[in-house]
C-alpha cells in the first residue's frame, strides 16, 4: 500500500513505472476518462451475461480492451462509494461512510444529514489538477452541498456541470450557481451534451492532458428513457428498464465517438464501472443487490480501453478495487504522490498492460451501509456483521455464498480476521478512528441509509 512505503522506496517505485511507461509507449500523461454508472448491476451488460438488455457499446468497449470479473466497489451505496473512488481510502477511512451522516447538512432535496468531504481530504481530481491537468466533472456528485466544503470545484475539478445527488436531480449546478430546474427525463441528455463539448473543447488544446469523470444516472431511479430510446433496450422492466441501461449505453457511445472524431482516442485511458449492486434486482449466482455486504451488492462490471497499451478482448481475474483507481491514475503522472495521498490504493497499471504476475493486492475491503464489513483474500471472503456474526465463504465454489465454512475453516477465518482489523487500524486517524473489530456502528459515529 502506498501509506506503507518510506518516501524512498515509493519514489524509486515511481521512478521505474515512469522509465517503463515513457521508454514503452513515449507519452508521459495520457487523458483519462472515468464514467460511472449508478445502480448498474453486475449481469445488466451483456459481456457479462445480460441476455435481454442491448448493450453494444460496453461490449464493444470490452471487445477493444480489458474486461475484469472481480472489481469491487468500496461500499454498497453511492456516497461511500465516490468517497472512496475520490480519495483512494476505504470504508474504514475515508470520510464519507453512509448516504447520509452524522454532521451532515441539509440537502437541497431538504434532508439533513449529507456530510461533505472536506479541505484536508485529497481528492484524485486535485492530484491530477496539481499536476497539470484540465479536470472536468459532468453528472452526480455526492460528496458536497453548495456553499460546503465539498463543491467540486473546491475539490480538484477546473469545470462541474451536474447535480449533487440523486434526490435533487432536476437542480442542475454549473460551476458554483444553480442554472435550471429540469424535469428528470431532461436531465441525462444535458449532460452528454456537456460532456460532447468537454471533450471537444480539449482537442482543441491537446498540449495539456485531461481528467474527465462521467458519473451518469442510469440506470438509478427515477426510470426516465427519453423518448428516442424507448422500445429500444430490451425485455427487461416491461421495457422501461432495458431502455434506460440502453441510454446509458449509448451515452457511452456517444463519449466514444466524439474521441475518434476529434483524435483523442489513442492518447486516453477510459474507465467504465458502476457505484454499486443493482436496486431490487438480483442476478442470480450472485447474492443479494444494493445495500447488501453479499456480492450482489458490490461485484460491479469494469472495463478498461486504451489503444495500443492494453491488448483488445483481455481478461482479467485480478482482484480490484474501486480505491485502486486513484493509484492507477496518479501513477500515470511519473512522480512520487504527496504523503497523505491514497493511502489504501494500489496500483493496478501492470494489470492493464498484461505483465502483472500473481495479485497485485495482498486483499480487499468492502462496507455495507446495513453494518457489515468484508474481507476478500483470494478465493476467501470474510464478512463481519454489525452483532460480530461472522461468515466464510469459497468464491471460487461458491459464488452464491450459500455455505458458511467458518466451523470448518476456523483458521482461514482468524487469518482473514486479522488482516481486516490491520487494514481498519492503518491510515489516518481523522477523518475518523478505524472501528474495532467487534464494533457495532454507533448511530454517533454514523447514520446509515439503507439503500
Excluded at 521508454?23 to 457479462?48: C, H, R, S, W
Amino acid at each position: 500500500m502506498i501509506k506503507e512505503t518510506n518516501k524512498s522506496k515509493c519514489t524509486l517505485i515511481v521512478i521505474t513505472l515512469m522509465i517503463f511507461f515513457n521508454t514503452t509507449f513515449g507519452q508521459e500523461k495520457p487523458n483519462i476518462i472515468f464514467i460511472m454508472a449508478d445502480d448498474l448491476g453486475y449481469a445488466d451488460v451483456g459481456v457479462y451475461g445480460q441476455k435481454l438488455i442491448k448493450t453494444p457499446n460496453i461490449d464493444q468497449l470490452s471487445a477493444e480492451g480489458m474486461r475484469f470479473t472481480d472489481y469491487y466497489s468500496g461500499a454498497a451505496v453511492c456516497a461511500p462509494a465516490r468517497s472512496v473512488l475520490m480519495t483512494g481510502l476505504h470504508t474504514g477511512h475515508t470520510r464519507i461512510r453512509g448516504n447520509f451522516g452524522k454532521g451532515g447538512v441539509v440537502g437541497l432535496a431538504g434532508k439533513q444529514g449529507r456530510v461533505p468531504i472536506k479541505e484536508e481530504d485529497l481528492t484524485l481530481a486535485e492530484v491530477l489538477q496539481e499536476n497539470g491537468y484540465r479536470t472536468g466533472m459532468i453528472g452526480k456528485w455526492g460528496l458536497g452541498e453548495p456553499n460546503t466544503s465539498g463543491e467540486p470545484n473546491k475539490k480538484g475539478f477546473d469545470y462541474f456541470y451536474g447535480f449533487t445527488h440523486a434526490r435533487n436531480i432536476q437542480t442542475i449546478i454549473e460551476q458554483d450557481t444553480v442554472v435550471k430546474e429540469v424535469k428528470p427525463i431532461e436531465n441525462q441528455p444535458l449532460m452528454i451534451a456537456k460532456a460532447i463539448d468537454f471533450l471537444k473543447e480539449r482537442s482543441l488544446n491537446k498540449e495539456k492532458p485531461f481528467f474527465l469523470y462521467f458519473p451518469m444516472c442510469p440506470p438509478h431511479k427515477p426510470v426516465v428513457p427519453a423518448p428516442q430510446y424507448v422500445g429500444k433496450g430490451g425485455k427487461v422492466g416491461k421495457g422501461s428498464y432495458s431502455d434506460w441501461v440502453y441510454q446509458g449505453d449509448d451515452m457511452l457511445g456517444q463519449l466514444l465517438d466524439t474521441l475518434e472524431s476529434t483524435g483523442l482516442a489513442d492518447d486516453t485511458l477510459v474507465l467504465v464501472s458502476a457505484d454499486n449492486g443493482a436496486a431490487g434486482r438480483t442476478y442470480p449466482p450472485l447474492r443479494d443487490n444494493k445495500g447488501s455486504i453479499y456480492e450482489g451488492g458490490h461485484r460491479e462490471p469494469f472495463l478498461a480501453r486504451w489503444p495500443g497499451r492494453i491488448k483488445p478482448g483481455t481478461t482479467s481475474d485480478q482482484i480490484i478495487s474501486i480505491t485502486d483507481i486513484f493509484a492507477t491514475c496518479a501513477s500515470l503522472l511519473g512522480k512520487a504522490l504527496p504523503e497523505n495521498a491514497g493511502e489504501d490504493s494500489v496500483s493496478f497499471l501492470k494489470c492493464l498492460y498484461g505483465q502483472q504476475k500473481g495479485p497485485f493486492r495482498e486483499a480487499s475491503v468492502q462496507q455495507s451501509g446495513k453494518k457489515a464489513l468484508a474481507i476478500r483474500k483470494g478465493k476467501w471472503k470474510l464478512i463481519v456483521h454489525g452483532d460480530n456474526k461472522r461468515e466464510l465463504f469459497d468464491l471460487n465454489a461458491d459464488i452464491g455464498e450459500k455455505y458458511n465454512l467458518i466451523e470448518t475453516n476456523p483458521e482461514v477465518a482468524t487469518e482473514l480476521a486479522l488482516l481486516l482489523q490491520s487494514y481498519l487500524d492503518k491510515g489516518r486517524s481523522t477523518p475518523g478512528k478505524a472501528q474495532p473489530l467487534e464494533y457495532k456502528m454507533s448511530l454517533d459515529e454514523v447514520r446509515y441509509n439503507k439503500k
